[in-house]
């Protein structure tokens, strides 16, 4: 049950042009953003062999890329997760849902698949831009594995967030302004707070993703992502719950 | 439809809430196998409220609901596997073709993957939409759409069909085809329907129930209700009409009208019919009877009649 509306979700949103036009126009960037790391890191190179423990291509280029992608993902995200329960709500098509032999665990967590392996779609086509380089010099495959893992678990927590937002309201602008807000919000508290404020760097997904943009795997920063992800699916969950009851 | 028919869907004492304000109180309904049943309101008596209670959109305040032996809250998932369920505005994802949302209603209501092919050709065959199949559900008119409400409804052939207002806003060929089809679909499964429309009920229902204020205040068969406080009667035609009184005279007559020349209207007690001793006496003595016509009282005037009486 799950698969089937991860699915449908997944295979609606190519029938929009404008998914299309999305992924078009974030290809374009990254390339962008690679290739002009790429150039400042080819200009530079030459210094840098002269010094002891030079970064490598992987640090001076993908890792900065990944960076930026952590952000551009962040203003995306909210405009895929607002369609998820809100639209379904305002064109009244929840009813089939709520009518149908699946539970509401089903349905969040289904629509939470389908737009993962969307987003997962994007971020693998980062990792194949970056392995290009793989052509011309020695890549760190573990730093690689890391960044990916966390921009995985970035988008996982965004989705999160984002579902939530969307199952509070019928208006899908609304879900979206809201959860852009949330996300600014949070990235805020991260890039405001004092380097010695660790609660409320603490609370913000990116603070967490700084680690494995880094190449560490901590495994505080893992059970965060998880907490965040599994605490607004519960939400979601319950909301919807609420829905059957309150509405 | 056979009083031993096995019941298919009983709700119990339902009541619900919004906010403070109670809008169903104590709804009890039954529904047996092969019936189609017209729950018959106003704008705004609960009709809709109640048919999405049935299917499991929304909760019940307090009451009970069995769809085939299955408890609506403790086994939701079996129960709803059960029904079939067109709200008042279809649920339809406008971006996905119609044979793409009609496989994901099926996956999504279990039909096994074998058999779901088989079902998508029999559903648009029953429903119209042979060569609607790679259509977007966007670009198709408001009848169309609505023939796809019913497909998704009715897809994984549920025992129980519920459907909120099924011919409002399609045109009258389209509603003929639809009453057929829910005509037809009311032999194999059970079928409740709200409507608003009373020529619906006349044509399609088996029996109603008449929901006013959030009660259900009348239930019977749908041919029981024309007779609502009315006097059983006909009018009968007879070319060669004999005198008034031998008319008063035939046993069980209780009245007899002469409305014009030839036509004469006559009233009798519920439960004697004297027409069949009247053709006989026709025959008899060649009064030459044209046609006989029971009396009916139009479905409006009773609607009318029961939910003012409620009032008082």
Known sequence: ?247 | MSVTAPITLSARNLIRRFGQREVIHGVSLELRHGEVLGLLGHNGAGKSTTLQMLTGALLPHSGQIEICGFDLTRQPQNAKAQTGFLPETPPLYREMSVNDFLIFAAKLHRVPRAQIADALTETKRRCGLQDSGKKIIGTLSKGYQQRVGIAQAIIHQPEVIILDEPTVGLDPSQIRDIRTLIRELGNMHSVILSTHLLGEVESICDRVEIMHHGRLIYGDSSTKMQQYGSQPGFIVTLLAPPALSVLQAIAEVQQVDQLSATQFRILHAANTNPSAALLALAAQHGWQAEQLVPLRTRLEDVFMQITQDEKL
Not at chain 1, 51 to 70: M, R, S, W
């Open chain 1, 1 to 247: 049950m799950i698969l089937t509306i991860a699915h449908k979700e997944f295979r609606s949103l190519f029938v929009i042009p404008s998914t299309w036009l999305i992924l078009g126009a974030l290809q374009f960037i990254f390339a962008w953003f690679f290739l002009a790391r790429l150039d400042a890191f080819l200009q530079v190179q030459s210094q840098l062999a002269q010094l002891a423990n030079a970064p490598g291509a992987t640090l001076a280029v993908a890792a900065p890329l990944f960076g930026t992608i952590a952000l551009i993902l962040m203003m995306l995200i909210p405009i895929f997760t607002m369609r998820l329960i809100a639209e379904e709500r305002r064109n009244q098509t929840l009813t089939l849902l709520m009518s149908a032999p699946v539970s509401d665990y089903h349905i969040v967590v289904g629509k939470f698949i389908g737009l993962m392996l969307f987003l997962l779609l994007i971020i693998a086509s980062c990792m194949l831009m970056v392995l290009t380089l793989a052509a011309g010099t020695q890549l760190d495959a573990g730093l690689l594995l890391t960044n990916a893992l966390g921009l995985v678990l970035l988008a996982a927590s965004y989705v999160a967030l984002g579902l939530y937002i969307s199952s509070l309201t019928a208006q899908p602008v609304v879900a979206a302004i809201g959860a852009l807000a949330i996300f600014f919000g949070l990235w805020l508290v991260e890039v405001s707070a004092v380097d010695n404020d660790n609660t409320w760097r603490a609370l913000a997904p990116t603070s967490h993703f700084q680690s494995f943009n880094i190449g560490l795997l901590n495994s505080t920063d893992l059970m965060f992502f998880l907490l965040f992800c599994t605490a607004f699916l519960l939400l979601t969950i319950r909301r919807l719950h609420n829905n059957r009851i309150y509405s």
